[in-house]
Each structure stands twice: as structure tokens, then as C-alpha cells.
């Protein structure tokens, strides 16, 4: 098996509302894949489906090779899954938290070592009540690890981070990725889908309107340069050239130079305007 998730032609319809309209989507094992959209575009409602925790109405899914409209035990216990933060049992301790959920798997890893994995082991005697915003997100991850998922779903992981944490838990992540877990994301943050994603798709209106790897995503690795320097600013296909005049004209070092092309937030705003 090739793909960890593979969906054709989803619809889920609330009243007249289509929030989703036929989305196709394959999520390759061992992939780290990110969803990004506006709000309201329909990310969540795909990714409960995908998690067995909404039905579809019309559409093939495979998900490990299961319908998550018929989830079973054994499936459940393959997907691991980081909703936003669980606020239940503030007195348990983190070793006690991660130990009891442990329980429920049947090959659980040993909550000593995901404990450490996710850098809270001088926290493991402290109370859930006690840790700061980001200690209990990684909380939420070490419960969703935990069960050793082939497939770990992360709902905008890092929202409310400050950027220290945040780059701490990207290292989670790709410590995750590395070990050869399928990661589906979904995040708000585009620095967050460019560092962390083999791919990415863009949902605007319950489709995907642009899909792969974020560095060249929506024809942004072919996209016109911008060549900026102390006295001026031209847009290019030719760059080098541009470059090479420049410097000629200076002899040497061109002032203040730089050269951009579009980041994935601007691919992405175009992506996602009304059409
Ligand atoms: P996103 O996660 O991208 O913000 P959602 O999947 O939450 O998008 O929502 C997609 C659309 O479906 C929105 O118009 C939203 O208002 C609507 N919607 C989502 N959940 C429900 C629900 N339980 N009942 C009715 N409408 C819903």
C-alpha cells in the first residue's frame, strides 16, 4: 500500500450549504502533508471525515486502506490524532496523563520515551494545570503519538506559539516525520506548511484549487523575480541578467540587492480569491 489516504469526488453538504464539492485527494505514506485554506472553506469537515468522525454523502475514502465511514478498534488504533487541547484531568500529572492513555492501545509506545520525544521529561511530575500553552500542546502530541499511529492528524498545531516555541515544535514534528509517520496538517501558518510539508494542497469553496510541494506551488519557482536595489525595482524573467547589468553598471557591489520571487503567502492569496 502506497497511500496512506486516497479520496475521490468527497461532497458533505449542511443544508445548502456545500462544504465540500467534490474533493480529490492521495496522501502517500510517509508523507508529511499540509492543508491550508481560508476559514469556512472546509479543512476541518475533510479532515473529521478522513478521521471517522463525520459522514460523507457522497465520495470514495480510504484511509490505511479502511472506510473511516465504517471505523473499526484496530483502525482506530492506527491514527493518531491532535485536536486542540484537551482540558480534561488538570490534576494528573504529564506521566500519569500519557501512562493512562497508553493503556488504551493494544502496542503502545513506552510513555517514558515519548515523554522525552516531545522535551517534557523535566516536566513529567507536574500537573497538566501547571504547563504553559506550548508544554500542553506537546502534551497533546506525546497522546497522539502514543499508540504508535502509521497516521497522525494535527489541527493547527501550533496556533497561539510564540515563534521560539513554535520552531521547537516544527523539530517535533519533522522528528516524527522522520521516523516515518504520516502526518496530515492543517495550519494557518505558511511558513509553518513550507518548512514542515513534503506537499500541499489549497482548499478555497470545498475544492482543492492547488496541490504540491511548496516551493514550486501555483508556479512560484517560475514566477516573475523581483530584482530590488537602492535606486530602483524591476520585475523579470531574467534575473541573472538583470544581475549582471546591474553590477556592470556599479562596478562591483550592486547596493542594497536583492531578489525575490513570491512567497507561498502570496501564492496563496492569489490562490484563494473569489473567483
Ligand atoms: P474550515 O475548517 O475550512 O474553516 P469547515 O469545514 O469548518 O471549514 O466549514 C465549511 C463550511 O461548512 C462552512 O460554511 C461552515 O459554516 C459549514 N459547516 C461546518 N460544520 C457545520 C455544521 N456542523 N453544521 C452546519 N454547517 C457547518
Given at each position: 500500500?502506497t497511500?496512506?489516504?486516497?479520496?475521490?469526488?468527497?461532497?458533505?453538504?449542511?443544508?445548502?450549504?456545500?462544504?465540500?464539492?467534490?474533493?480529490?485527494?492521495?496522501?502517500?505514506r510517509?508523507?508529511?502533508?499540509?492543508?491550508?485554506?481560508?476559514?469556512?472553506?472546509?479543512?476541518?469537515?475533510?479532515?473529521?471525515?478522513?478521521?471517522?468522525?463525520?459522514?460523507?454523502?457522497?465520495?470514495?475514502?480510504?484511509?490505511?486502506?479502511?472506510?473511516?465511514?465504517?471505523?473499526?478498534?484496530?483502525?482506530?488504533?492506527?491514527?493518531?490524532?491532535?485536536?486542540?487541547t484537551?482540558e480534561?484531568?488538570?490534576?494528573?500529572?504529564?506521566?500519569?496523563?500519557?501512562?493512562?492513555f497508553?493503556?488504551?492501545?493494544p502496542d503502545?509506545?513506552?510513555?517514558?520515551e515519548?515523554?522525552?520525544?516531545?522535551g517534557?521529561?523535566?516536566?513529567?511530575?507536574?500537573?497538566i494545570?501547571?504547563?504553559?500553552g506550548?508544554?500542553?500542546?506537546?502534551?497533546?502530541?506525546?497522546?497522539?503519538?502514543?499508540?504508535?499511529?502509521?497516521?497522525?492528524?494535527?489541527?493547527?498545531?501550533?496556533?497561539?506559539?510564540d515563534?521560539?516555541?513554535?520552531?521547537?515544535?516544527?523539530?517535533?514534528?519533522e522528528?516524527?516525520?522522520?521516523?516515518?509517520?504520516?502526518i496530515?496538517?492543517?495550519t494557518?501558518?505558511?511558513?509553518?506548511?513550507?518548512?514542515?510539508a513534503?506537499?500541499?494542497?489549497?482548499?478555497?469553496?470545498?475544492?482543492?484549487?492547488?496541490?504540491?510541494?511548496?516551493?514550486?506551488?501555483?508556479?512560484?519557482?517560475?514566477?516573475?523575480?523581483?530584482?530590488n536595489?537602492?535606486?530602483?525595482?524591476?520585475?523579470?524573467?531574467?534575473?541573472?541578467?538583470?544581475?549582471?547589468e546591474?553590477?556592470?553598471?556599479?562596478?562591483?557591489e550592486?547596493?542594497?540587492?536583492?531578489?525575490t520571487?513570491?512567497?507561498?503567502?502570496?501564492?496563496?492569496?492569489?490562490?484563494?480569491?473569489?473567483?
Amino acid at each position: 500500500m502506497t497511500h496512506a489516504i486516497q479520496v475521490r469526488g468527497l461532497t458533505k453538504r449542511y443544508g445548502d450549504v456545500e462544504a465540500v464539492a467534490g474533493l480529490d485527494l492521495d496522501i502517500k505514506r510517509g508523507e508529511v502533508f499540509a492543508i491550508l485554506g481560508p476559514n469556512g472553506a472546509g479543512k476541518s469537515t475533510t479532515v473529521e471525515i478522513l478521521e471517522g468522525y463525520r459522514k460523507r454523502d457522497a465520495g470514495e475514502v480510504s484511509v490505511l486502506g479502511v472506510d473511516p465511514g465504517r471505523p473499526t478498534r484496530e483502525w482506530r488504533s492506527r491514527v493518531g490524532i491532535v485536536a486542540q487541547t484537551m482540558e480534561d484531568a488538570p490534576e494528573l500529572s504529564v506521566r500519569e496523563t500519557v501512562r493512562h492513555f497508553a493503556a488504551y492501545y493494544p502496542d503502545p509506545k513506552d510513555p517514558d520515551e515519548v515523554i522525552a520525544q516531545v522535551g517534557l521529561t523535566e516536566s513529567a511530575n507536574k500537573r497538566i494545570r501547571q504547563l504553559s500553552g506550548g508544554q500542553r500542546r506537546r502534551v497533546d502530541v506525546a497522546l497522539g503519538v502514543i499508540g504508535r499511529p502509521e497516521l497522525l492528524f494535527l489541527d493547527e498545531p501550533t496556533t497561539g506559539f510564540d515563534p521560539e516555541a513554535r520552531r521547537n515544535f516544527w523539530e517535533l514534528i519533522e522528528g516524527l516525520a522522520h521516523d516515518g509517520t504520516t502526518i496530515v496538517l492543517t495550519t494557518h501558518y505558511l511558513e509553518e506548511a513550507e518548512t514542515l510539508a513534503d506537499r500541499v494542497a489549497v482548499i478555497a469553496r470545498g475544492r482543492i484549487v492547488a496541490e504540491g510541494d511548496p516551493a514550486t506551488l501555483g508556479g512560484r519557482a517560475t514566477a516573475k523575480a523581483r530584482v530590488n536595489w537602492s535606486e530602483g525595482s524591476v520585475e523579470t524573467d531574467t534575473p541573472t541578467k538583470t544581475v549582471l547589468e546591474l553590477t556592470r553598471r556599479y562596478d562591483g557591489e550592486v547596493p542594497e540587492l536583492t531578489v525575490t520571487r513570491p512567497t507561498l503567502e502570496d501564492i496563496y492569496l492569489r490562490l484563494i480569491e473569489p473567483s
